[in-house]
């Protein structure tokens, strides 16, 4: 049974922290590449930041230069590193475990930056 169960959402202020964690079970963590996604209300599921079982990442522009996604391989685990947050990062941040035909989410994890 695959299982991401992602921490470490909560309400920051305008230019603060926060450091989420997506832990992967039922899954060859190596074999995936591991993605970040967050979803506002009303708008679509977007991609924040992608990092595969080599370690190349990728990031959206939004995130490019504030946010730093790594991975732990002795862990089964993923992480979101988010520094200078903004009212606009408030969304609900899902983790995604992805190789050909297989591919997984987390439930989510809520973000909400006060201005």
């Known amino acids: 049974q695959v299982q991401l169960v992602e921490s470490g959402g909560g309400l920051v202020q305008a230019g603060g922290s926060l450091r989420l964690s997506c832990a992967a079970s039922?899954?060859?963590?190596?074999?995936?590449?591991m993605d970040w996604y967050r979803q506002a209300p009303g708008k679509q599921r977007e991609l924040v930041a992608s990092i595969n079982n080599d370690g190349e990442t990728t990031y959206a522009d939004s995130a490019r230069g504030r946010f730093t996604i790594s991975r732990d391989s002795a862990r089964n685990t993923v992480y979101l590193q988010m520094n200078s947050l903004k009212p606009e990062d408030t969304a609900v941040y899902y983790c995604?475990?992805?190789?050909?035909?297989?591919?997984?989410w987390g439930q989510g994890t809520q973000v909400t930056v006060s201005s």
């Open positions: 995604r475990s992805n190789r050909p035909f297989h591919t997984y």
């Open positions: 039922g899954i060859i963590f190596a074999d995936n590449t």
